[in-house]
């Protein structure tokens, strides 16, 4: 979506997990609480909303279980593809982050296949190479390129470690495009006497 001032903002709802901040033991006690009042309730999700239980089928279709794997296969990280929830951080948005940048530059998401369960697999096992070599073939900036190649890496911890980090890089990439589009241009050509 673009914002009234030009802005792009990415608007997507689908899915949403409130991560736990660890504290120094590493259990997350100490934000309990804080994340505990972040949590959005919905009838579907059987909680309870402004004093009212509501109920969630037998089923349990409503709800999002361990191992259940939920979003776009072409842009998902490995982990959300193997059903990892728990493995699930900031990092796996990233990858969904890089995934734009990949398809904005290439015009192909991360995972191309002819079936969804290909792509799937694909998405699993964190096969991006095809991805990174479209993105070397493209004729973006290196600098670019090398940014998306990063937030789509298979390994979490070789992703930026979360949206500030990645809206840095992105500010230091832009901001080194604007002053190579305003710094003076030197004639080279000899001056005719």
Avoid at 42 to 67: C, F, H, I, K, P
Avoid at 98 to 114: C, F, M, N, Q
Avoid at 123 to 135: E, I, S, T, V, Y
Wanted: hydrophobic residues 35%; glycine residues 10%; contains cysteine.
């Amino acid at each position: 979506m673009v914002g009234a001032f030009g802005e792009v903002q990415v608007m997507d709802w689908g899915l949403a997990k409130v991560l736990v901040v660890k504290d120094d033991r590493g259990d997350g006690a100490a934000n309990r609480q804080s994340v505990d009042q972040s949590v959005i309730a919905t009838r579907r999700s059987g909680t309870e909303v402004e004093g009212e239980v509501t109920a969630v089928d037998s089923n349990l279709n409503a709800q999002t279980l361990m191992g259940t794997v939920l979003g776009t296969p072409s842009h998902m990280p490995p982990e959300q593809a193997l059903g990892e929830n728990d493995n699930l951080s900031e990092r796996a948005d990233v990858f969904g982050l890089g995934a734009i940048l990949a398809e904005i530059l290439t015009g192909d998401p991360p995972y191309v296949g002819t079936s969804g369960t290909e792509i799937l697999r694909l998405a699993a096992r964190g096969k991006a190479g095809p991805c990174f070599d479209r993105l070397d073939a493209s004729e973006a900036d290196t600098e670019i390129v090398e940014l998306a190649k990063s937030c789509l890496a298979p390994e979490t911890e070789d992703r930026p470690g979360g949206g500030v980090e990645l809206a840095d890089r992105m500010s230091g990439y832009l901001e080194s495009v604007q002053n190579r589009h305003t710094e003076p241009e030197l004639i080279t050509q000899p001056i005719p006497l």
